[in-house]
């Protein structure tokens, strides 16, 4: 399994640049999430996902959009790219069920806005 | 006031100390427990999960929840320097939807 994979590593964007980050898991997790990262801060909750076809808000969703059309993807949209987007973004994702519903992460995308 | 508080160092000890982390928090609902382990530009991962109050012990690794006080700690035994990372709580009412401290930073010095 390669578990939750993220493309691309590195980016960088003008100023009203749009962009989608691309999330992948091949663990058949029914939950999916988007947090983003900021220099010596934790992770906040952008948009998260309970199965296919069914998004919800996170605690920063302004300027992203989220789709979920199949189980194993999440891309997360930026339109027009501000400087306040510059952050690692990570995808994770979860089997809700019985248990410790752990969420795994992906690798993160460093995304820069100049 | 943020709903989780997590000192964020850097704390730096020498190899084979005993590390101390902590998190305090606000919110009297969050009953799952989680302390992630964060290496330098990597994704977070799993290292300890705790359901309400207790203690919990894996390898030379413990954690500790205190609902009463709204206290949360993991305690490093024999840190090696394979354990430096960022440490980051996180807490949550349903362990889906988790909010996280700030992480600290931890270096061990061989």
């Known amino acids: 399994n390669a578990g939750v994979t993220q493309t691309p590593k590195f980016r960088i964007l003008k100023i009203g640049q749009s962009m989608t980050l691309q999330c992948a898991q091949d663990m058949n997790h029914n939950y999916m999430y988007w947090y983003r990262q900021d220099p010596g801060m934790g992770l906040k909750l952008i948009y998260y996902?309970?199965?296919?076809?069914?998004?919800d808000k996170g605690e920063v969703p302004n300027g992203y959009n989220v789709s979920r059309s199949t189980t194993e993807d999440f891309p997360l949209r930026l339109e027009l790219a501000a400087p306040s987007q510059t952050s690692v973004y990570f995808c994770a994702s979860s089997y809700f069920g019985t248990g410790t519903d752990t969420q795994y992460f992906g690798p993160g995308t460093r995304l820069t806005v100049l | 006031q943020k709903e989780v508080e997590q000192d964020p160092g850097p704390l730096s000890v020498p190899e084979g100390a005993i590390v101390s982390l902590n998190c305090t928090y606000s919110n009297s609902a969050f009953q799952y427990f989680m302390w992630y382990r964060q290496y330098s530009r990597k994704g977070p991962e799993l290292l300890m999960y705790?359901?309400?109050?207790g203690n919990k012990e894996d390898g030379r690794f413990t954690a500790q929840v205190d609902k009463s006080s709204k206290y949360i700690s993991l305690f490093i035994r024999d840190s090696q320097p394979s354990d430096s990372a960022t440490y980051l709580c996180?807490?949550?009412?349903?362990?889906?939807?988790?909010?996280f401290g700030s992480g600290t930073q931890l270096t061990v010095l061989p």
């Open positions: 705790t359901y309400s109050s």
């Open positions: 996180a807490m949550s009412e349903s362990a889906r939807q988790l909010t």
């Open positions: 996902s309970v199965g296919a076809g069914i998004t």
